[in-house]
């Protein structure tokens, strides 16, 4: 498969180049605090939220739901293909070369995502090529993880999770 793309003023981007589109926004969307109509503000929001956003990773939000709604299957967030396909050794080395990082050496380093440990989730990814951390850290996912989530450390010993 092919990473997903979407076209900002005129241009289908994808991977590195659309990562790359969002943090030009999301800089001059911080250094022009006072303009608030424009497609950088838009993006900022859009990359909280968004379908393909790289930074929320889910077809919808729900927490308006969870407050106000009783009914549980408002509630469920649909994760998109990422979240399936960062098993997948072969995936993340095609990620890594995207941003012209060894595939060999190199791994993806996934933050603030809760690892369901209860469940058997293992916060280490596609053959070791992807580490999750931070998962379960606040107190209100700790029901969820089953655990106070995972921290990375890299020193003289290596990394350890």
Known sequence: GEMEGMTIDGR??????????????????????????????????????????????KRAMTTFERYFIKDKNTHKEVKNPYYRLRENEDVVKKMLEEFDMNPEQGRIINGHTPVKER???????????????????SKAYQSTTGIAGYTLLYNSFGMQL
Do not use: Q
């Open 119 to 137: 469940d058997g989730e293992n916060p280490i990814k596609a053959n070791g090529k992807m580490l999750v951390i931070d998962g379960g850290f």
């Open 12 to 57: 289908f981007l994808t991977g590195r180049e659309l990562i790359d589109e969002f943090e030009k926004h999301v800089r001059y969307a911080y250094e022009h605090k006072e303009v608030e109509d424009d497609l950088s503000t838009d993006l900022v929001w859009y990359l909280w939220t968004g379908k393909y956003s790289s930074l929320f990773g």
